[in-house]
């Protein structure tokens, strides 16, 4: 048997260009068979036939074929962010030039451990990560200029954030949070040893700056408030709860992993003023970014804190080859291997330019604006509200909880669309998350007419 190709290499190109010709055209295959943005038949039918298509995981005898056949496979099994008729979640369709740039990464496979093993992969984080935190922060003097670290989401980013906050502020540091805070973030205060978290009712959907103000504890506490929602891509009154916070000494983190990409719109981005308040900020670009998963992120204020993430290990950062000039990226993650996604960032940032993704985000917020008229003018249908970023919820008018709940699983397991759910206000809605610019208003028209038609009544 000859030896296995490699991506990378002399030969790397000239192996890979078949081997992509085998991946578009399973893909193409698998997305026929699928037909739709979910596979038919649900869980146990899915499972089925990937069961039927892998067979022995580990043959004795390797499958010339596997490629092609698990592509294929994979890619009817999918549900497809970029079909028009799947809006469930914050999984966004990724750009192409962001996937290529991906694919590039996954040859090159640096290491962003050490310098030796990725050197200019570590430069092109720096540059970028220091760029984006000076979105968030604006530029101050180069000596005190805000950082950010390359994560693998907003769980990674919040935990962090809350790792950061305690080694500033001690071991009794206590996390003040909303009911609609992300569920990462009380989670991040458990596995960190912190006291039991604070959580502030949110009636209204958002975190009440006086209702805050009337429940902060005695002594180090860490606010946490949210920039674009889970349920309903709602955003906090970020400059009076950082007013607030100011006043009670309190350290503010911002959970901004759905609505920070606003910063690059200048109609939208006034829905983050008090942003650059906070000590340290979530962000994710494979959300309202279009990024390929992983793309996360979390801006720092102050680049001293990450002091506390400084750690010795000979093999990666000896003293000497840091006193040398070689860069130290071991404090730069909680991680030692991972892959370089900042390239993927990097191209699109460069590619698309702040007018480009200015356009981008513009365009999903004004689909979600279009489908909330359409919602409050069908008489068969209610609003949840008018949308804040791109999320809308909605119902079918005149019907229990059990009946939306029962038309979404119907949808799901037909394959026919893919929607989201959200219990706010005591009643559970619809939720659809529009992340897809090529959506079209006859898009979203189908969307309601699916629902509509499989309603129980």
Known sequence: MSTPSLASGPEGPDVLRPLLDTVLDALTEGAGARGGPLPAGGPDEVAARVRD??????????????????????????????????????????????????????ALNPSMDSWDQAPAASE?????????????????????????????????????????????LGPDV????????????????????????????????????????????????????????????????????????????????????????????????????????AATVTLDLHKLGWQPVAAGLLAVRDPADLAALRYRADYLNAD???????????????????????????????????TGLAALVDQVCDQAEEFADLVHNHPGFELHGRPVISTVLFRPARVGDDAVAAVRRKLLVDGRAVLGRAALGGRLWLKATLLNPHTRLDDLAALMKLVEGNTPR
């Open 174 to 277: 206590q996390l003040v949070c909303g009911a609609n805070a992300h569920h990462s973030l009380p989670r991040a205060a458990w596995l960190l040893g912190l006291p039991a978290p604070v959580i502030v009712p949110t009636p209204t959907g958002t975190l009440d700056p006086a209702a805050l103000d009337d429940v902060l504890p005695a002594g180090p506490h860490l606010v946490a408030a949210t920039a674009g929602t889970t349920d309903a891509g709602l955003i906090d009154p970020l400059p009076e709860i950082a007013a607030v916070c100011e006043r009670q000494h309190a350290r503010l983190h911002v959970d901004a992993a759905y609505g920070g990409t606003l910063l690059f719109s200048a109609r939208h981005r006034p829905k983050l003023t008090g942003l650059s308040a």
């Open 124 to 168: 092109l984080e720096q540059l970028v990560t220091r760029s984006l935190a000076r979105e968030v922060y604006g530029a101050p003097a180069p000596a005190n200029a805000p950082d950010a670290l390359v994560t693998t989401g907003g769980t990674e980013s919040n935990q962090l954030a809350l790792l950061l906050a305690r080694e500033a």
């Open 320 to 354: 000497d080859d840091t006193e040398a000039g070689l860069p130290d990226l071991l404090g730069r993650s909680l991680r030692t291997t991972r892959r370089p996604d900042i390239l993927k960032i990097a191209v699109t940032l460069k590619t698309l330019g702040r």
């Open 53 to 106: 298509v892998v067979g022995d995981v580990l043959p004795e005898e390797g499958d010339p074929d596997a490629l092609r056949h698990l592509v294929a496979m994979l890619a009817e099994g999918s549900a497809d962010p970029a079909h028009t008729l799947c809006a469930a979640h914050l999984h966004c369709p990724p750009l192409a030039v962001a996937t290529a740039a991906d694919l590039a990464a996954s």
